[in-house]
């Protein structure tokens, strides 16, 4: 079975600092990896994901995250933080077998200006 | 392109009813699955179907039910409606139901159980 665990609920954060947004998981088996962000009453969109190949991978709109297998993790960086990344975002890994995705509790980032 | 969409946005019903839900998938994705999202809370896996048949089914009663249909849209349905069934339902596609392909999710269906 695997879980997701999304250690920090909140995050405010002051606008053009930098965050981090920590998701670590457990399976005992080789993962795919995931973060999702969701806007107010919208659903959710892919911000990255970590397949294979480099460790680090990264978005079009400057954030990043780091697969540490040794850790079990996959943190969400981004080193300055715009208003307009007020939102939830979730961590979510897949399945082994099928296609079934297992989300994190999330963590709310708040841009403050 | 269209992407997924999901009907109806909002809905009320009453403890006991029954409720469908539908979704249409992205054009050429042949894989659809569930999640119900509680408000505060991550989605929960609910269902997943590709080509018309169940692949993996989360830890939901057997009151939640799925289908897929020829055409890949898919309906939830969920009978004897109870109060924590009250939740964001989420819909989202990919192109086939492998590990790793991209889910895209829908806009969701807001149910609200009194």
């Known amino acids: 079975a695997q879980s997701v665990t999304q250690l920090d609920s909140q995050v405010p954060v002051f606008e053009e600092a930098p965050v981090e947004l920590r998701c670590n998981y457990s399976s005992s088996v080789s993962v795919y990896l995931f973060w999702y962000v969701q806007y107010p009453n919208q659903g959710l969109q892919l911000l990255l994901k970590?397949?294979?190949?480099?460790?680090l991978v990264e978005s079009i709109n400057g954030f990043e995250a780091e697969f540490n297998k040794s850790q079990t993790s996959f943190h969400l960086r981004k080193p300055s933080v715009h208003i307009s990344d007020t939102a939830e975002y979730f961590c979510a890994v897949s399945q082994s077998t099928g296609n079934q995705f297992y989300f994190g509790t999330g963590t709310s980032l708040t841009v403050i200006p | 392109d269209a992407g997924v969409t999901q009907s109806p946005t909002h809905l009320i019903k009453t403890r006991g009813q029954h409720v469908t839900l539908r979704c249409s998938p992205i054009?050429?994705?042949?894989?659809v699955s569930w999640y119900q999202q509680v408000l505060g809370q991550g989605p929960q896996f609910i269902f997943q179907?590709?080509?018309?048949?169940?692949?993996g089914r989360g830890n939901f009663p057997d009151r939640f039910s799925a289908r897929q249909f020829p055409n890949y849209s898919s309906e939830l349905n969920v009978n004897a409606l109870l109060l924590g069934d009250s939740a964001l339902y989420l819909c989202a596609s990919s192109l086939v139901s492998d590990r790793g392909y991209e889910q895209y999710f829908g806009p969701g269906t807001r149910l609200t159980v009194t």
């Open positions: 179907y590709y080509e018309k048949e169940e692949r």
């Open positions: 970590y397949l294979s190949g480099s460790t």
């Open positions: 054009s050429g994705h042949k894989s």
